[in-house]
């Protein structure tokens, strides 16, 4: 089962604005990372945040990480038509012995133009 | 360079058939995985190849699926028997282990959409 959970589901917001969204998850982890998805394809990497940061900034990304909380949040500031995506976080996990990327169920961002 | 591709783009197929994907990785990268995502869903790991290790096939989710890969080049992932449940698109990504999985980015390829009527 997928221990990252995006929140929220859908988000629709007019270019501009700032679009924020969070992901929790439930067990220990040494990162987290955040994935970009156009159109149902490919995933595309965003950024890493290791459990010793608490915050992390890429261009117009900020990544927030909250290990007591368990929680992430990727804010994307004066979005774009273009940032239309789908954006889904994924952590590490011990699961069966194995390592492994846990993918959340993803946040789906519309920017109006 | 050239990224991870997959073929084919999309396939549709009848239920029972047999379906075969294929993944080609980035040139180098030792770690290959196949994931499965349900239309509106999150990814579904289904299984990872690194190296001439044995495969992490934890998350095939019945003996219908099976996966290979040729040393560190091209893998197919094998669907026997088709069934209308599988329709997913199919993501493989690859990637250049580091120290640790936690810490590797993973390359994705544009996926195989798969339908069964």
């Known amino acids: 089962s997928q221990q990252g959970e995006e929140d929220p589901q859908a988000l629709s917001i007019q270019e501009g604005e700032n679009a924020t969204m969070n992901c929790s998850y439930k067990?220990?982890?040494?990162?987290l990372q955040w994935y970009r998805q156009n159109s149902g394809r490919g995933l595309v990497h965003l950024i890493l945040?290791?459990?010793?940061?608490r915050e992390k900034h890429s261009g117009r990304l900020r990544v927030t990480l909250d290990t007591s909380k368990k929680s992430s949040s990727l804010l994307i500031t004066a979005s774009r038509a273009a940032d239309t995506a789908s954006y889904f976080c994924?952590?590490?996990?011990?699961?069966?012995?194995?390592?492994?990327?846990?993918f959340g169920q993803g946040t789906r961002l519309t920017i109006n133009p | 360079g050239a990224g991870v591709s997959q073929s084919p783009s999309n396939k549709v197929t009848e239920k029972g058939k047999d379906v075969e994907l294929r993944c080609d990785p980035i040139?180098?990268?030792?770690?290959l995985y196949w994931y499965r995502q349900r239309l509106g869903q999150g990814l579904e790991f289904l299984i990872y190849f690194q190296g001439n290790s044995a495969p992490d096939k934890s998350g095939l989710p019945s003996d219908r699926f099976s996966a290979e890969r040729t040393g560190e080049s091209v893998s197919t992932l094998t669907i026997q028997r088709t069934q209308q449940e599988d329709s997913a698109v199919y993501l493989c990504?690859?990637?250049?282990?580091?120290?640790?999985?936690?810490?590797?980015?993973?390359?994705f390829g544009p996926g195989t959409r798969l339908t069964v009527l």
């Open positions: 067990t220990s982890i040494n990162n």
């Open positions: 945040i290791r459990s010793n940061e």
């Open positions: 990504a690859s990637s250049q282990p580091g120290s640790s999985l936690s810490t590797d980015t993973q390359y």
């Open positions: 040139s180098g990268h030792t770690a």
């Open positions: 994924a952590t590490d996990q011990i699961i069966q012995g194995a390592q492994k990327l846990v």
